[in-house]
């Protein structure tokens, strides 16, 4: 999308925002019948069709609005509008609207292009489409079209891999295109078979993947910069192209969605693309233990106990708490064999995180203090929110086994995204900041682009505002 600081004559095609306040001042010098059907209201649209061409009338809503809100109505907008939308040189009139605003309102209008599958075939892809906008210097329109670009190339890869039906992801396609991102990016890229998983001690991980007709693919993709002294992210992804529930067979109702337990590896890929793309002065190691989690004559059985890579032993009593124990290891990998000043996992991880908070935010975990308030900020303000739990000793004695160091999951029928988390704790290698976010409710809901269910992109703006504004 070009965006352009200029204003010519005729313009077929115009983008005319609004707050409600700013719509009580302007009404007057227009006709007068338009208020009656736009009143500058939030996700309001009023189209004048006139000789010229044809004018958007966009309400945005109160003028106290968040940054975010001017990003949902420009996604609504560019999902709505689709079929009426012309790809030809568009001016955008909103003289309230500041730099942060106007970024945020062409991030929505491309982020808004996307289904699936994804191909840029909505006009604002288009060769022929630019915004012309003259409030900004045509320098700091080039920055704001770079990184909309950006991320949209980020959160739409995201959204696209989620979506996928489960046989268009197995993990050989997961792995192969991974290669060509790192290729593409200068990513170094590290793979680790079942072999190699086995030589290494990766035993948690090994266990989830020997029931897989697929071999192992613990990877690792290293973004780096050349600014010195810069600070290193350490981001592990869960990524289970499909969860069965191996042995402890999840309910038939609806499992069709399980294509999407690889949320958090989406997220960290997309905020991996945004990174290279934007240079960003910060190295990041990501962690994908990829893997299905499928049933087979060699599948994991409850009451195995496993070795995972830091040595401590597990007693699994529900192959369908899978997920914490390949985290375990990508946790526990990161932690020794690397430097870093964060660790930060994600992962579509409990029905309980999803009982507790619905679509409204995903459930967090930390022992810094700092990092915690950071990302509940940083969650407000990319409206990809974030809830604090506590961390206390009294539910480690819940994962206590008489066989094992630990057991995978408590019995009791309570807070089982507090157990995970106190789980996972324990194989973070004494790493002082860590948090672990449990996106289940948040990463694969319902969205603009689809009647089910679908891929969010949750994730991918909080750890790119984390990474680009932490100073």
């Known amino acids: ?16 925002l609004f707050t409600e306040e700013e719509w009580t001042k302007a009404s007057k010098n227009f006709n007068k019948n338009i208020p009656t059907f736009f009143t500058g209201k939030k996700h309001e649209v009023f189209i004048n069709a006139h000789e010229e061409g044809i004018t958007y009338f966009i309400g945005l809503g109160k003028s106290t609005l968040q940054n975010f809100e ?44 996307y289904n699936y599958p994804f191909e840029k075939n909505h006009p604002f892809w288009n060769a022929k489409f630019e915004l012309h906008f003259e409030n900004l210097s045509q320098k700091k329109l080039d920055i704001i079209g770079q990184k909309a670009e ?44 079942r072999k190699k998983c086995e030589e290494l ?48 067979l999840k309910p038939f109702a609806n499992m069709h969605y399980m294509k999407s337990d690889m949320g958090g590896a989406t997220a960290v890929l997309g905020t991996l ?17 990829i893997t299905d989690n499928a049933i087979s004559e060699k599948a994991l059985l409850p009451s195995d106990v496993i070795t995972a890579y830091n040595g401590k032993t597990i007693e699994v009593l529900d192959t369908d708490a899978e997920g ?13 064999n690397y430097k870093t000043d964060f660790l930060i996992d994600l992962a579509t ?54 066989v094992a160091d630990l057991k995978n999951m408590s019995l009791k029928p309570v807070g089982d995204c507090i157990i995970a988390a106190k789980f996972l704790e324990q194989f973070i290698e004494d790493h002082p900041k860590w948090a ?12 603009g682009y689809a009647k089910e269910k679908a891929g969010t992109g949750y994730g991918v703006q909080l750890l790119i505002d984390l990474i680009e504004n932490y100073h």
């Not at 609207?97 to 292009?113: A, D, H, P, Y």
């Open 70 to 113: 001017v990003q949902q109505v420009a996604l609504k907008f560019s999902q709505t509008q689709k079929e009426k939308l012309q790809a030809v040189p568009t001016l955008v009139f909103a003289d309230f609207l500041n730099e942060k605003q106007f970024e945020e309102f062409v991030k929505g209008l491309l982020i808004g292009t």
């Open 201 to 248: 001690g990766l035993g948690a991980y090994l266990a989830v993947n020997q029931a897989s007709a697929h071999d192992a693919a613990f990877t690792i993709l290293e973004y780096k910069t050349t600014v010195k002294n810069a600070k290193t992210f350490g981001l592990v992804g869960k990524c289970v192209l499909f969860d069965t529930g191996g042995i402890s």
């Open 150 to 193: 950006a991320l949209s190339n980020g959160q739409l890869t995201c959204q696209d891999w989620m979506n996928k039906p489960a046989n268009l992801k197995k993990v050989d396609i997961f792995s192969s295109y991974l290669k060509n991102i790192a290729k593409k990016y200068e990513l170094k890229y590290t793979a680790f078979n």
């Open 324 to 336: 914490r124990l390949i985290l375990a290891d990508g946790l526990s990998y990161l932690a020794k």
């Open 1 to 16: 999308m070009k965006l352009i600081n200029k204003k010519n004559k005729n313009y077929t095609q115009v983008f005319h």
């Open 349 to 402: 991880l409990t029905g309980s995180s999803v009982r507790m908070f619905g679509d409204t935010c995903a459930a967090m975990f930390s022992n810094d203090e700092d990092l915690k308030n950071l990302l509940i900020k940083t969650g407000d303000k990319t409206n990809q929110r974030l809830w604090n739990l506590p961390l206390w000793d009294i539910w480690k004695e819940d994962i206590q086994s008489d």
């Open 273 to 289: 693309i945004y990174a290279a793309e934007m240079k960003l002065p910060v190295n990041i190691v990501a962690i994908l233990p």
């Open 436 to 447: 672990h976010l449990d996106i289940a409710g948040v990463a694969f809901g319902n969205v």
